[in-house]
């Protein structure tokens, strides 16, 4: 008698976890970033309502700093799949003119993305978010649970955790506090590629090496993606075939030189790279504990 | 992620399809802070290629800051998450860590070692199909070492690596090895596992953990590694009876009808003769749905949407079970209880129980015994702690199909929440059920609360009167009733004087009698409701936990909460029974409003204020909002 594979088993976890916020839940939404472990996201919960499409919209939190490729592509998927598509973007932000090349990552990061999410969530009332964090990404990740409680001022609290057992999730919550829910905890970055190899889901063509103009600063290759690039003394736009291995905003995202086009190329290159993917994200570096830091404030 | 396939470089699409054939298996590493856990866990990501050079780079720079391991670079850093603990130098909650080879992927649920935190390591043995048990060679079988083995035992894994560590610390001595194993295997005889295989390791020297290390040539067993690729783990569940706890209805239109969820036991084909529990009504599989297509067998584990031929109501919360060997269905249980809170857990207290694919009230409402995990006695016990276990009987407020926890897990382990904070203060295993008919399945009823109802042209409901002693309860619900009568609907009032003299007469004061006294109440004007009438309940009913209860049994839609809301100043002049004085003078102790505390309901559905208006002007306002609520006709 057969078992199932392991990309069998997390395909199977995850669409229970998804269909388990849905029968829970009064108000659901599924944030989108637009990188591929949203797509995967994405695409488990086609699979987990089928025939139905899924009952709930999907949000995506808009800095005004993503690669333009993403835009296109996001509102591709949304046409292509039928669903509703919200897009928030922290007005006040852009009023104060809020960048990350004026203002630095650490404060676009809070204000276009932190504090918008939870614009966000407030507008919608949304009572539950799934998210597309994975557990293998970062340490203080490892600890967090599949449903993730947050307080009402969206916070979250790493020493009062409720404990997690078998897929008997406690979402029960009072009024104005939420759930943040992870389906992809248990996938690796291997699994999600073999999967979206497997099941050839679509993803933004930015993680496919190609000639593309990029500025090399501070050892990172940032890719001019539109006229808001502040070029300083002696920086000139390069030619150079490059791909990304992680998508957020285009000036905090470093490009990696790479000869790899299809994804088979991709998965061959990770596997036989030896940096981490984080590594591209300028967000982490700043010391071992920033992200649990950010976590706790909101950020996802 | 250096994975060591030479495929990798030279062919990659063969490589990617030798991948999709992998297997998975979730494990727990049990062991203190002392044993060398994290750094066994380190040693397996290591060794399994999983580390980046930049997380060298990084584990380097840590190990020469707070590293424990001189100069060599400390593993366990590799598995510590949090600040807070990485100050303290010890983990304090659960971590999954993840490493594959080119055979099987894994997951280590990595967990706590110290005493305190025996819930972590039950929350991260309830997924895992295998436990290491790490044992220090120096110290041989510890108390913590047969703790450990009970919970490991307790939550149901059968697989058992007994990993004798430090080796290099006792001369990779045969003798000292044998020793403790035979010692172990003597200790675990009595919980009942599969299969334990002991394995003299180092984990700092990484000795016998990728191949057998020549330093211990008397040991001719696996290595760790070759152990845990190879271990068959998953067949078990798939030779079972069909088990899928019905986790939503879907409805895309009206001409499909499917049930969704993911099987926890056996398999399931098209055309299989299924009954839904508890309710009974059986049907064939007619399709089994899936995003890719339909199938003609589906196994354990999957997800998957099932069509039936026939139309037969089932909803969330029902379980669907080959009709041949069914799971059996009660309302009362024994069942095994782990309590995970600092508040202790109190007998008849109601809380909720979050079953996998349903919350049902309840209440724990006899400890048989108390075990104490260091030495697995038996003892008896008025409550339970924070880490303790015990047998227990468990009453739910409604039926429901399980399977005893070791049969099958998914249809036989629940969570306990309480009903104020909604934390999840304990978990249960479900043993076997106390009703002596459980196996007598109910035969599904034509005549049903719905039809009673309709015979009396009216929708059945309970109101529920709360407020202060003398706020004027019963004299309202007397002209609610008498109106009510008079349209010819069909009532009953249930108060003190037709309860306490009879059905509660056993019932003194004490915290304990009036939850059960309210719960008895609540029964009653179920059972009322059941039989299709409006039932209006008077009772101080003080604590918004209690009337919570209430609405969950009698179903919310049917529920009407009504806050006759009398100022204490005001009850105390009235004082139409003398309580009031008795009470001031001390001759009624626990009394509601003077050293008893009144909880006034937050949102009732309706508030009177008793000073603004007349009994008979707030009667007809209460029978009008019946009226509007579409409760006094069908």
Redesign the interface.
């Known amino acids: 008698m057969k078992t199932l594979t392991h990309l069998q088993r997390l395909e199977a976890e995850s669409i229970h976890i998804i269909r388990e916020v849905v029968a829970e839940s009064r108000n659901p939404v599924m944030l989108y970033s637009i990188g591929k472990d949203s797509s995967v996201l994405l695409h488990l919960a086609m699979k987990a309502f089928y025939p139905s499409l899924p009952p709930f919209p999907i949000l995506h939190v808009d800095t005004t700093w993503k690669f333009r490729e993403m835009i296109q592509f996001r509102d591709q998927v949304a046409e292509d799949l039928g669903l509703e598509m919200i897009v928030h973007i922290n007005q006040e932000g852009v009023e104060q003119g809020i960048g990350p090349f004026s203002h630095g990552s650490a404060v676009h990061t809070d204000v276009m993305k932190t504090q918008a999410l939870k614009q966000a969530l407030d507008k919608y009332q949304f009572d539950a978010a799934f998210g597309g964090a994975r557990r293998d990404e970062e340490k203080s990740r490892a600890k967090e649970r599949i449903f993730s409680f947050r307080s009402d001022q969206h916070r979250w609290d790493p020493k009062n955790q409720r404990p997690e057992l078998w897929r008997t999730y406690n979402n029960r919550i009072h009024k104005k506090e939420s759930m943040r829910v992870f389906p992809l905890s248990n996938w690796t970055e291997l699994d999600i590629w073999q999967y979206i190899h497997k099941e050839e889901i679509p993803i933004v063509p930015l993680y496919q090496a190609k000639e593309r103009p990029v500025v090399e600063r501070d050892g990172s290759l940032i890719l001019v993606d539109d006229d808001r690039f502040p070029f300083k003394d002696g920086e000139v736009i390069e030619k150079r075939k490059v791909r990304f291995r992680t998508l957020g905003c285009y000036p905090l995202t470093g490009a990696v030189e790479s000869e790899a086009e299809t994804l088979p190329e991709i998965i061959q290159e990770m596997l036989l790279t030896t940096t981490s993917e984080r590594q591209g994200r300028v967000i982490d570096q700043d010391h071992g504990a920033s992200m649990e830091q950010k976590k706790q404030e909101g950020y996802f | 992620?250096?994975?060591v396939s030479d495929l990798?470089?030279t062919d990659?699409?063969a490589?990617?399809a030798e991948?999709?054939?992998?297997?998975?298996m979730r494990l727990i590493t049990c062991g203190s802070v002392d044993d060398g856990k994290s750094t066994l866990i380190g040693r397996l990501l290591y060794d399994a290629k999983m580390i980046?050079?930049?997380?060298l780079t990084?584990l380097e720079a840590?190990s020469k800051r707070v590293g424990t391991t001189g100069d060599q670079i400390d593993l366990a850093l590799l598995?510590?998450?949090?600040?807070?603990e990485?100050e303290q130098g010890i983990t304090?909650?659960?971590?999954?860590?993840?490493f594959?080879t080119d055979k099987?992927?894994f997951?280590i649920a990595?967990t706590p070692g110290h005493e305190q935190y025996t819930?972590?390591m039950?929350?991260g043995a309830?997924?895992a199909e295998l436990a290491i048990i790490l044992i220090d060679a120096r110290k041989g079988v510890l108390t913590q070492t047969k703790r450990h083995s009970y919970i490991v035992s307790l939550l149901g894994i059968r697989h058992v690596v007994l990993a004798i560590n430090k080796m290099d610390l006792v001369d990779y001595s045969q003798e000292r090895f044998e020793q403790i194993s035979q010692e172990y295997m003597t200790f675990a005889r009595e919980l009942g596992f599969a299969d334990i295989t002991a394995i003299p390791i180092s984990a700092l020297e990484g000795k016998n953990i990728l191949e057998p290390s020549p330093v211990m040539p008397w040991y001719s067993g696996p290595s760790l590694m070759k152990h845990l690729e190879t271990i068959d783990v998953?067949?078990e569940q798939?030779?079972k009876d069909f088990r899928m706890p019905v986790?939503?209805v879907?409805?895309?239109d009206l001409d499909?009808r499917?049930f969704?969820?993911?099987i926890a036991a056996g398999?399931v084909s098209v055309g299989d003769e299924l009954v839904a529990l508890p309710g009974g009504r059986t049907s064939k599989v007619k399709s089994i749905?899936?995003?890719?297509g339909e199938l003609d067998t589906a196994?354990?584990?999957?997800?998957i949407?099932l069509t039936l031929e026939d139309e037969i109501d089932i909803s969330?919360g029902d379980t669907l079970a080959t009709s041949k060997a069914r799971p059996e269905v009660s309302s009362s249980l024994a069942a095994d209880i782990l309590w995970?809170d600092e508040h202790e857990m109190v007998l008849h207290r109601p809380y909720?129980i979050?079953?996998?694919?349903n919350?049902i009230p309840g209440n724990l409402s006899r400890i048989n015994y108390k075990v104490n995990i260091n030495n697995l006695e038996q003892e008896s016990a008025e409550v339970l702690t924070l880490n303790e276990v015990a047998r227990c009987e468990l009453s739910l407020t409604e039926d429901i199909a399980f399977d005893p926890y070791d049969d099958t897990?998914?249809t036989g382990?629940?969570?306990i929440?309480d009903r104020i904070t909604?934390?999840?203060v304990g978990?249960g295993m479900l043993r076997h059920s106390l009703d002596n008919a459980t196996n007598v399945h109910w035969h599904a009823l034509d005549l049903d609360k719905a039809s009673r109802a309709k015979a009396k042209e009216q929708k059945p409901a309970v109101l529920w009167f709360t407020g202060l002693s003398g706020s004027g309860k019963s004299t309202i619900a007397n002209l609610v009733e008498k109106k009510l009568f008079a349209r010819g609907n069909h009532t009953y009032t249930l108060d003190g004087d037709n309860v306490r003299h009879g059905l509660n007469k056993d019932l003194g004061f004490t915290a304990e009698d009036r939850i059960e006294n309210i719960r008895r109440i609540s029964e009653v004007a179920n059972l009322m409701s059941d039989a299709g009438l409006i039932t209006l309940s008077c009772f101080i009913s003080p604590f918004r936990e209690d009337r919570e209860q209430a609405r969950q049994l009698c179903g919310s839609n049917s529920f009407i909460e009504i806050f006759i809301d009398t100022p204490f100043e005001e009850c105390e002049k009235r004082d139409p029974k003398g309580l009031y004085k008795k009470a001031r003078k001390g001759q009624i102790k626990h009394f509601t409003g003077l050293d008893s505390p009144y909880e006034a309901p937050e949102n009732p559905d309706i508030h009177i204020k008793t000073t603004e208006k007349s009994p008979e002007k707030i009667a007809g306002e209460i029978v009008d909002f019946l009226d509007r609520e579409g409760f006094l006709t069908t």
Request: proline share 1%; with cysteine; charged share 25%.
């Open positions: 992620m250096a994975h990798i470089a990659i699409d490589y990617l991948q999709e054939s992998k297997s998975f980046f050079d930049d997380q990084a840590d598995v510590d998450g949090l600040a807070a990485r304090i909650d659960v971590a999954y860590r993840f594959s099987r992927k997951i990595d819930r972590n039950a929350t309830s997924t998953a067949q798939t030779r986790q939503w879907n409805r895309p499909f499917g969704s969820g993911t398999q749905v899936t995003f890719d196994i354990c584990e999957q997800a949407t969330r995970m909720l979050r079953l996998e694919n919350t897990r998914s382990c629940f969570v929440i909604n934390k999840t978990c």
